[in-house]
Structure formats: C-alpha cells, structure tokens
C-alpha cells in the first residue's frame, strides 16, 4: 500500500513538472524580426538590444532579417505569428507611415502589433553640399524662397522618413524644393556629396563621417536639444523652426495576445538591458537617445501620435499611395 502511494506521489511530481516546464518561459530562443536589410542602422539597434536581453532572459535572442516592402515583409511576419512571445519584432516609425504610403497595407498601427517598449530615437540633421554657399538655415531659406523648385533635396524614397523630414521642412519654412528620391539614403548622401542634389536631412549615423571631415555642412539637427556628438549645430527650434522635432524610433513589439506575464518579462528584459552604461554609450555613439519611459502603454500612447502626425504631413504632401 505504501509503495503504490509512493509510485502515485511519483506520478503526480512528474506530471505537475512536466507542466511546470511546459509553461515556463522561455524555454527556447526567441526570434526579433528586423523587417529591414542587415547592416543597417535598425540591424544595429536590433543586435545590440538582443545581445543584453539574451543575457537577461537566458535564453538566445536571435536577429533574423526580413527586409521588404519598407518594414511591411517582416511586420507582417511577425503579427501572423502565434502569441507566444517567441516572435517578436523590431518595429520602427515606418511602422506609423507606411498605412498611409501603399495601398495595400490593411493594417491599423494602433491595433496589428503589441507594444513592448519603446527604445530609443534617433534625431535627423540637415546638411548641405558645401559648395552650396550657405551657413544656416535662414540662408537656406532665403536662398529658396528666392527660387522656388530650383533647389533639390534627396531621400531614401518616397514616404521615407527622410523625405517627410523634407516635405515638413517645406511647410514650416514657407519654402519649395525639388525632391529627387533615391532607392535608400547612401546613393543620396553620395549624390549630394558629388554636388547633384543640394541638402538632405536624414539619420546623423551615416553622415557623421562626412561632417567631421568637412564634406558635408550641418545646418541643425530636428531633436529638441543639440547632438552631444555636434554641439556647435543648434536644433530647429533654435534656428527659428519650433515645433519641428523628427526623430527615427527604434521599438519592439509582437503579436497581439502574447499573455501579459510575458510581456513584463520581456519588457523588464528590454528595461535592464537598456539600463546597462556600456549599451547607453553604444547608443550615444549612435547618435540615439534612450527612451526615458519604456512601458508597453507609453508606446502605444507614442504610435497614437506619430500615426496622426505622419497622416497629416503625408496628406498635406499630396503623396500618392504605390
């Protein structure tokens, strides 16, 4: 008798271990979907948050790269994926501007992903050809106000957040430029260097190089306070542009019905793998700021308002859905 009792107590730790294991998480590597090509300055971000929160959760964090369609491959990816908070995605402002680039993007950013936490962001800078002969953003303004349409702004491609930085440029100036959209920001940046286009604001981390040297001039760059990395550039507020403040975002995020004790646990993993001094000085040298509050409900609250504000300056642009 005592020993079938034993045998059923046996039974009963090895079921209820069996499920103990079944529901612990994670018990396996988690994907993080970056939906651009690698090597790029979201393949960057995506590394280095994966990097600490694999240490953090104790399990492999893995990059997978899913490039196409501006971010919708592998945001679409992500969100048929099944809830079980080992899919999860790097999520960027494209996430925001793209509804209203293409026509066929079925999706509402307030409700197809989410939100985990937000990361950081990454100002833009507006820089000129030298040859241009301009020294601030007022005499770049007076020079296009005098000849509307003549001088050329480059960009990533149309609804890039570098040519929405341009075509909000326009509207809070009162000025009209050219612009030449290229298919993504280094074959732009080379064009303006070799003199073919006349100013482009972008992301600094690629342009850095090219400012250090004098090859390119900074105007002012589009966070509220000035670049540590460009202390002498004032910000568009300080040039007389207030309100202009555009920054590229870095978020992650999953498919909607991941239970809510993993996503504290994701979150809390993002949140102390942010907190660490050597990931914040990557990201400074990045040019991109940490995300002071990183809770999945300021995210939501933060796409609510890039959603309305990108809607506005795209409609206002008159861009035509591809």
Known sequence: MLSRMILLLGC?????SAGYAQQAYPNRPIRMIDPFAAGGPSDLVARIVAQGMSKKLGQSVVVENKAGAG???????????????YTIVLATIAYTISPFMYKSVPYDPKTYLAPLGLIARAPLVLVVRPSLKVN????LIKLMRASPGKYSFGSSGIGSVDHLAGVLFESTAHVKGLHVPYRGAEPAIQDLLAGRVDFMITTNFPLMPYIRSGALKALAVTSPERLTQLPAVPTMAQVGLPGF?????????????????????????????????????????????????DSPAQLRKFIETEQDRWSRVIQAAGVKKS
């Open 71 to 85: 971010g919708l491959m592998g945001t679409n990816f992500v969100a048929r994926a099944a809830p079980d908070g």
């Open 136 to 139: 601030s953003v007022a005499s």
């Open 12 to 16: 009963l730790f090895l079921i209820s």
């Open 245 to 293: 403040d555009v920054s590229v975002w870095y978020s992650i995020m999953a498919p909607v019905g991941v239970p809510a004790d993993i996503v504290k646990k994701l979150n809390r993993a993002m949140a102390q793998t942010l907190a660490q001094p050597e990931v914040q000085n990557r990201f400074k040298a990045l040019g991109a700021t940490i995300a002071p509050d």
